[in-house]
């Protein structure tokens, strides 16, 4: 298939675009590169490159896709609790405006990367499944909701959308994200010793490798329209929900010399649910998870050894996404909408395409 990914230089988008390629697909991505110099080790090879803000995609920048990746978002809660206008005006309206898009260019699917965070607070202790009801706590969450209920809206014979509710992704990419609770309490535990929880730990989470989220969108590309067409699916596996505390302990096990502590003050996390993940191991049978968070840490500690991680680096605006947000406002190369700006503070001109361009606009 010709496939378009938003977000191909995000965390996921630096692992499914190899993937995609490596299974026959060509490969277009879309991107602003507000987090393309955010590497721990190479970059993967590059491909051609709309060069657009997602919020001003139009049916022509989609014409000639047979399917539409879509994972381009501001990716969490600290980030949505920002600027929560700007968390809809990404997550959901541009989410909708790229859908429309591609609807009118005659794209069949699209691949919609949703969260398990539209879950936000379980009403009981059994795994959640993708009938259960929403009941987000945070922007980030909600913004989800609304484009899930959007994108159905559109669906009809022409256009099949398909929801990838996410479980909390972890994992090595070459453009690593610090933000996510197992990447961020493995390094700790390795360059401090410390494996240190912010809450009590008492939440749970379902937990998902980044290989094998990118592993489900390869899937549903190949599923047959009948069976995926207007469904949602929660992505991991069943058997890979967490309490937060036992995630660190799992950590400190496999971290010699490290030890769980928690800090000052540390309180419940609001967020807190588990979900169940048979419906796509039963409709979808192409997508087989590898990974289990065991798995997942020895990965981490392996891969933050050999390309050597620096507490600084992980701790600073490379890895952490707020923090690369923060530090591009500040040094005035994005405005308050992240559009980014030219050396003399003007919008910066966007638009077209190239085989290796950096994408300059919307959040991606």
Known sequence: MRVLVTGHHGYLGSVLTPMLQAAGHEVTGLDTDLYADCLLGPAPAEVPTLRLDLRDVLP?????FDAVCHLAALCNDPIGNLDPELTYDVNHRATLRLAMAAKAARVSRFLFSSSCSLYGAGLDDRPLTEDAGFA???PYGDSKVRAEQGLTELADDDFSPVFLRNATAYGFSPRLRGD?????LTAHALL???????????AWRPLVHAEDICAAF????DAPREVVHGRAYNVGLSTENYLIRDVAELVAEIVDG?????AGGASADARNYRVDCDRIAAEVPGFQPRWTVRKGIEELVEAYQRHGLALADFTGDRHQRLRRIQALRSAGRIDAALRWRDSQGRPATTGGAEGTGRAEGAAA
């Open 60 to 64: 022509e920048h989609c014409a000639g």
């Open 218 to 221: 390869l899937a549903l590309l």
């Open 180 to 184: 996510l609770v197992v990447n961020d």
């Open 136 to 138: 987000p706590v945070t």
């Open 258 to 262: 490290s030890t769980v502590t928690f």
């Open 192 to 202: 401090t010793g410390e494996v240190r929880l912010l809450s009590d730990g008492s």
